[in-house]
């Protein structure tokens, strides 16, 4: 069973040498409540990051709950879909295709108390189930020593790219047909989906991604109204000035740091930022954002921060309409996808330099 082990604490920008393949002989029987998974697509996530650095008193609880220690010994856990080779539940069987908490690796022994759900892939491809369609999956830490009253479970996962951008999109920032839509990172997973979101429901979007052949992407096959490339704006401020003369209603915020800051200086009255992610700052601990608070004060700007995690109850909502809008071609699901295990630090590290374009998955295996 190859897998990919960290080496280090990874502080800063992750590159390939953060991490090493190494390989051990596959456990021969599931015990009792396990179940022994042929991973077949991994969805490869920033937030990840986050979990790799070494830790610090201002990691907030949830992430300290759920680092990743560096060493051979230990695995990367990551969702994934796969399917079983053999089962310790009584609910699954050999031959059972599952969406899941899986592992940088090509075989997973699932412990008990890990949540597997059952994928019914019917008309859309299975890697769906690893991206706009994936689910929301449980583990559970105990952060005792985090909160003074007693024990509490925490649950850490992926946030599954499409749950998050309907919860944030229409929970977050409760659009109104006709409104002024800004997305950052708008080619990728998360981005991607929201723009899609915004168009469907009548609003005027505008994105931003770091290349010329995101931005045609986003204009073109996506059908953003207008994009552009942030890399090429020596001024943040003037560029959204020129998308937005009549100024920004709603902001949904994968970057942070200086386009939120940017942003909060273009928004309207009583304008929303649903804040999903500071991938800028992931890489760099001294990039902080750090908004006009008379702006949010005076205009009454709402800035929100939200996980995924927050929406299970949406799943089944989100899950019917946006099957329905893929199979009828209202929107597309933009994929990246790499082979076989040995690219997964490649396909990791490239997020961070804008290598992918929509959700990065590594195709582990084959069906
Ligand atoms: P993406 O598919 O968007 O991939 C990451 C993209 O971010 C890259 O392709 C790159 O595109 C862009 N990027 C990388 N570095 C920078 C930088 N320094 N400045 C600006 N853009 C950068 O990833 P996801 O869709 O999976 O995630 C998007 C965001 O949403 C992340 O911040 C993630 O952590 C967050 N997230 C939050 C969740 C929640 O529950 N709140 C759940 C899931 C994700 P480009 O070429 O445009 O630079």
Redesign the pocket.
């Known amino acids: 069973n190859k897998y990919v082990s960290l080496k280090h604490h990874v502080d800063g920008h992750p590159s390939e040498s953060d991490f090493e393949l190494a390989s051990t002989p596959l456990q021969p029987a599931p015990g009792s409540g396990e179940v022994i998974v042929k991973n077949l697509f991994l969805s490869i996530?920033?937030?990840q990051l986050n979990r790799m650095k070494r830790y610090s008193s201002s990691h907030t609880a949830i992430i300290a709950a759920s680092k990743i220690e560096p060493g051979q010994a230990r695995r990367i856990d990551a969702y994934g879909v796969g399917k079983v080779v053999a089962s310790g539940r009584a609910e699954l069987e050999a031959g059972d295709v599952v969406a899941g908490l899986l592992g940088w690796e090509q075989y997973t022994v699932v412990r008990p108390g890990t949540v597997l759900m059952k994928v019914d892939a019917k008309d859309l491809p299975l890697s769906y189930y690893a991206s706009v369609l994936g689910e929301y999956s449980l583990h559970l830490h105990q952060i005792k020593e985090h909160k003074k009253d007693g024990p509490n479970l925490l649950t850490t996962a992926t946030?599954p790219?499409g749950l998050?951008a309907f919860a944030g999109f229409y929970d977050v920032c409760k659009p109104k047909k006709g409104e002024k839509v800004f997305v950052?990172?708008a080619?990728?997973?998360?981005?991607s989906l929201v723009g899609q979101y915004a168009k469907l429901s009548g609003c005027y979007v505008v994105g931003c991604?770091?290349?010329k052949q995101?931005v045609d992407l986003l204009k073109g096959k996506l059908g953003f109204d207008d994009a552009f490339d942030?890399k090429e704006e020596a001024d943040l401020k003037s560029a959204l000035r020129r998308y937005f003369p009549e100024g920004i209603d709603i902001y949904f915020d994968?970057?942070g740091a200086a386009?939120l800051e940017a942003a909060v200086a273009n928004m309207n009255s009583f304008g929303r930022v649903a804040v999903?992610?500071?991938?800028?700052e992931y890489?760099n601990a001294g990039k902080r954002a750090a908004p006009d608070l008379m702006d949010v004060i005076y205009k009454r700007i709402t800035l929100r921060g939200?996980?995924?995690?927050d929406y299970l109850h949406l799943h089944e909502q989100f899950s019917a309409a946006t099957s329905d809008h893929l199979r009828h071609g209202r929107m597309i699901s933009l994929e990246d996808v790499s082979v076989g295990i040995e690219s997964v630090p490649t396909a990791f590290v490239g997020?961070?330099r804008?290598d992918?374009v929509?959700?990065?998955l590594v195709r582990v295996g084959e069906l």
């Open positions: 996530d920033p937030y946030g790219s998050t950052s990172a080619s990728g997973s998360v981005g991604a770091g290349s995101k942030y994968n970057v386009m999903c992610g500071a991938i800028s890489t939200f996980l995924a995690l997020l961070f804008g992918n929509g959700k990065m």
